[in-house]
């Protein structure tokens, strides 16, 4: 069965450090990628996503993730980050084949001290 | 605005009951999903539906169940026979593919079980 991993069920870190959390996917094939985030009392909402092209994509609000195929990941990166930033945050694959199903990984909670 | 209404936002259930959590959409997207939401465990998808009066089982189906007689609704029962019903659900539509494919998602509806 597909699966989606997020390696860091939890970060803790101060404003203006850099933040890069890991996800990785377990199936070959055509895959879509997905970066959602779910800010304290709001919906979940897309940051980015990567389908085909240039596997550096940019997002939203300074986010953005590189697509390894050979490693099969989607890391999100931000070079530095602000107290906006606490959130969970969510990789999804969808597996073309599969039809538009996504499967998400286990999300990783970020916590940005002031 | 178009967007996902779940409803209730808060919803008791005493043991043995069957509850139904409401899903409208006004985007015109022919596809709509629920997933339950658990601590560690990212979103878990319970059933979809990619056209009316259809729908599938999604990961996680045992206990549930749906319907779609109308595009624009997608209402989950949660029945008696889900062991552990109390989680957070969360409904979502989409076109079905095509390169504005992703989910939008509705504000959630916590279920707990009293």
């Known amino acids: 069965a597909q699966s989606v991993s997020q390696h860091n069920h939890h970060v803790i870190l101060s404003e203006a450090a850099s933040l890069e959390l890991g996800c990785n996917y377990s199936?070959?094939?055509?895959?879509?990628l997905f970066w959602y985030v779910q800010y304290p009392g709001q919906h979940l909402q897309l940051l980015l996503k990567?389908?085909?092209?240039?596997?550096l994509v940019k997002g939203i609000k300074g986010f953005e993730a590189e697509f390894i195929k050979s490693k099969f990941s989607f890391n999100l990166r931000k070079p530095s980050v602000q107290w906006s930033d606490t959130a969970e945050y969510f990789c999804?694959?969808?597996?073309?084949?599969?039809?538009?199903?996504?499967?998400f990984g286990g999300g990783t909670r970020v916590l940005v001290k002031p | 605005d178009g967007g996902i209404t779940q409803s209730p936002k808060y919803l008791f259930r005493k043991e043995g009951q069957n509850v139904t959590l409401s899903c409208e959409q006004n985007?015109?997207?022919?596809?709509m999903y629920w997933y339950r939401q658990d601590p560690g465990q990212g979103l878990r998808l319970i059933y979809y539906?990619?056209?009316?009066?259809?729908?599938q089982k999604g990961d996680i189906a045992e206990g549930y169940s749906v319907s779609r007689e109308k595009k624009e609704s997608f209402p989950l029962t949660v029945t008696s026979a889900q062991k552990n019903p109390t989680a957070f659900y969360l409904c979502?539509?989409?076109?079905?593919?095509?390169?504005?494919?992703?989910?939008?998602f509705g504000s959630g509806t916590r279920l707990t079980v009293v």
């Open positions: 199936y070959g094939g055509t895959v879509n």
């Open positions: 999804a694959v969808n597996r073309e084949a599969a039809g538009n199903k996504l499967t």
């Open positions: 539906s990619q056209i009316v009066n259809d729908f």
């Open positions: 990567y389908f085909s092209g240039d596997p």
């Open positions: 985007l015109n997207h022919d596809a």
């Open positions: 979502a539509s989409s076109i079905p593919s095509g390169a504005n494919y992703g989910y939008t």
